[in-house]
């Protein structure tokens, strides 16, 4: 079965950390930009936080550039979304996924995970 799943979110206290994980099953996704992503309750999923280009390129959204921070390991076929200083603002099922492109829209990106629960609160 081709599926990602991801996986670390849970209960934090603000300012605490969090380190996502995705892993593909299935398939490969050496060669494709990987996308985390997050949904809040009531609300849309937003444009990505951080993308990896195939090459390992990344980039964060002006929003968390200075807090979250992408990595990924083909060799392993996972991604990463290390978190710090996190804020109750931040509370969201986090979703990765992949692209042929090195795009922030959700639209560009495909065979999305699961999610994993994230909430900051004390």
């Known amino acids: 079965q081709v599926q990602f799943v991801e996986s670390g979110g849970g209960l934090v206290q603000p300012g605490g950390s969090l380190r996502l994980s995705c892993t593909a099953a299935g398939f490969t996704f050496e060669g494709y930009a990987i996308g985390w992503f997050r949904q809040a309750p009531g609300k849309e999923r937003e444009g990505a936080l951080c993308i990896s280009s195939k090459d390992g390129r990344t980039k964060c959204d002006n929003s968390v550039n200075d807090r979250f921070t992408i990595s990924r390991d083909d060799a392993k076929n996972s991604a990463y979304l290390q978190m710090n200083s996190l804020k109750p603002e931040d509370t969201a099922v986090y979703y990765c996924?992949?692209?042929?492109?090195?795009?922030?829209?959700?639209?560009?990106?495909?065979?999305w995970g699961q999610g994993t629960q994230v909430t900051v609160s004390s």
């Open positions: 996924a992949i692209s042929l492109t090195a795009t922030m829209s959700p639209r560009d990106y495909g065979l």
